[in-house]
């Protein structure tokens, strides 16, 4: 009978939610869409991309230090400290727009392939990689020397991609639902394979402890990867319209457009859900701050829909209320 109690209790336990929750915000304003942030926990910086410029916050304090502007459609961004380097993946420019992490300065422009959308640093071998959306492939750059090393075909529509610190870069391939793992010094694709049942994958996160790879996918599951087989050993489901995926301590994340956090994690070797945080419509991309453990998603105020007009399916997507746009903080 006292076993049975014990083995109850751990249970319990072992299923007990996260206690995720909106912490607070950090209003913004301004005007225009947005796409990824990156948060730089060691220097307490937040770079969230919007419209035409890429706004930089102090997570200490949750203010707005400045901005990095005059863009023309901004996707990604990726630092390298060591350089006092920023990487912006600019897409319409179809280049990537270099600045000064302290001035904010833009200080040089390198062509890339058509529609830069994400762009990771690798650091050992100390080069910046954008993914093409248009062109399908990988611009490979010095991040020193701001040279373009080389242009690497990836596939179809490659969505976001992660590093391992250890010389491979991954990215999702959203047309063909696969994922593809990059030796940067190379540099070259080393290995492709299908993340089915998973369609349409865009936001990546990896564990490069764990070796493990979590794509989210348009069909509301998560795909995640063993990298040395880069097999799919688990689904588990996630909520409707996820466009980033996030790692911290054990716990993998979806940004959900729905107004949903799913927080993920492994249980007796088994990953399945084990949280839904309510956070706000359209908030669909996310960071994690390793350092602080905190959530970064970015979000603003709409319109109300309009209605559909006869004969179409859906109606169009609600304005955005000018001035609305501002960070969720998202932690325990």
């Keep these: 009978m006292k076993k049975t109690i014990i083995v109850s209790l ?18 913004i304003g301004g005007e225009g869409g947005w796409d990824y942030l990156l948060a730089d926990g060691a220097n307490h910086r937040l770079y969230a991309t919007h419209g035409t410029s890429v706004v930089v916050v102090d997570t200490r304090e949750n203010k707005v230090l400045g901005a990095v502007s005059g863009l023309q459609g901004v996707h990604g961004v990726a630092v390298v400290p060591k350089l006092n380097k920023g990487f912006i993946s600019d897409g319409r420019a179809n280049q990537a727009v270099v600045f000064d992490l302290k001035t904010l300065a833009k200080t040089g422009e390198v062509a890339t392939g058509a529609n830069p959308d994400s762009i990771c640093y690798e650091p050992r071998t100390n080069r910046i990689l954008t993914f093409n959306g248009r062109s399908n492939d990988s611009t490979v750059i010095d991040a020193a020397t701001n040279a373009v090393v080389a242009t690497i075909p990836v596939g179809p529509k490659p969505e976001f991609c992660a ?14 639902g696969e994922i593809v793992e990059i030796d940067a010094a190379k540099p070259a694709v080393l290995r492709r394979a299908p993340l089915a049942p998973c ?24 795909a995640i990867t063993d990298i040395p087989t880069l097999k799919v050993i688990a689904t588990p489901a996630i909520g409707q319209g996820p466009d980033a995926a996030g790692y911290d301590s054990g716990l993998a994340f979806s940004s959900n457009g729905e107004g949903t ?22 908030a669909r991309t996310m960071a994690v701050d390793p350092e602080t453990h905190k959530l970064y998603l970015l979000a603003a105020d709409f319109e109300p829909a309009p209605e559909a007009k006869e004969g179409q399916k859906g109606g169009r997507r609600p304005a955005i209320i000018p001035g609305s746009f501002h960070v969720l903080i998202v932690g325990k």
Aim: proline share 4%; charged share 25%.
């Design 261 to 282: 956090l799913t927080v993920v994690r492994n249980v007796n070797g088994k990953w399945e859900p084990a949280e839904t945080v309510r956070t706000e419509r359209g």
């Design 10 to 27: 751990t249970a319990a336990v072992a299923f007990a939610a996260e206690g995720y929750h909106v912490l607070g915000k950090i209003q």
């Design 199 to 222: 369609e349409e994958p865009s936001g990546l996160a990896i564990d490069p402890k764990g070796r493990k790879l979590f794509s989210v996918c348009g069909n509301k599951i998560m």
């Design 163 to 176: 590093a391992d610190g250890a010389g491979k870069v991954y990215v999702n391939i959203e047309t063909s």
